[in-house]
């Protein structure tokens, strides 16, 4: 498991630079990563991706193997060390705590650290953010490298070329 995709570059590609009717190559280069064991999510995404209603929902049904689980105690154990660090963030507004450990996103680092995985995620960090906690800003913490999705199609060679 080399990288670990963030719900918002699923998002961000269906929206618009990767949009399925304009690029489905993009999403067949995502399924074949995935099959070559270099790419995938976890369930708590797929959880998140589910609640909407259009072709990304669609085609996130049918990927379900893209998704791991976070129940493994490995994940789970780095998920209370994620909680626990998030909680001593005390420059950060009232809630964010509670609205970062909400979501997918600590669970996210959690797999990160445990598979050794990098983050894909849109997020940048931001030392002076106090609004939102931000995946980079508790990734860095814990030594979890992040970056976005034009990089990683870098580092995978990714081409989209059309037949001639």
């Given at each position: 498991?080399?990288?670990?995709?963030?719900?918002?570059?699923?998002?961000?590609?269906?929206?618009?630079?990767?949009?399925?009717?304009?690029?489905?190559?993009?999403?067949?280069?995502?399924?074949?990563?995935?099959?070559?064991?270099?790419?995938?999510?976890?369930?708590?995404?797929?959880?998140?991706?589910?609640?909407?209603?259009?072709?990304?929902?669609?085609?996130?049904?049918?990927?379900?193997?893209?998704?791991?689980?976070?129940?493994?105690?490995?994940?789970?154990?780095?998920?209370?060390?994620?909680?626990?660090?998030?909680?001593?963030?005390?420059?950060?507004?009232k809630g964010t705590h509670e609205e970062f450990l909400?979501?997918?996103?600590?669970?996210?680092?959690?797999?990160?650290?445990?598979?050794?995985?990098?983050?894909?995620?849109?997020?940048?960090?931001?030392?002076?953010?106090?609004?939102?906690?931000?995946?980079?800003n508790i990734a860095k913490y814990f030594g979890v490298?992040?970056?976005?999705?034009?990089?990683?199609?870098?580092?995978?060679?990714?081409?989209?070329?059309?037949?001639?």
């Amino acid at each position: 498991m080399n990288y670990l995709f963030d719900a918002n570059t699923f998002i961000e590609a269906k929206n618009r630079y990767y949009r399925m009717n304009v690029c489905p190559a993009y999403w067949d280069w995502l399924i074949h990563s995935h099959a070559e064991g270099k790419i995938f999510s976890i369930d708590m995404i797929k959880a998140e991706l589910l609640q909407g209603n259009d072709d990304l929902t669609a085609w996130i049904k049918v990927q379900p193997q893209m998704f791991v689980s976070e129940s493994d105690d490995a994940t789970q154990e780095a998920f209370v060390k994620v909680a626990e660090y998030v909680m001593t963030l005390n420059h950060m507004n009232k809630g964010t705590h509670e609205e970062f450990l909400s979501v997918a996103d600590p669970w996210l680092v959690a797999k990160a650290i445990v598979t050794g995985a990098t983050i894909v995620t849109h997020e940048h960090f931001d030392q002076y953010i106090k609004k939102k906690i931000l995946i980079p800003n508790i990734a860095k913490y814990f030594g979890v490298e992040c970056i976005n999705t034009f990089e990683v199609l870098d580092r995978l060679d990714a081409e989209f070329i059309l037949s001639p």
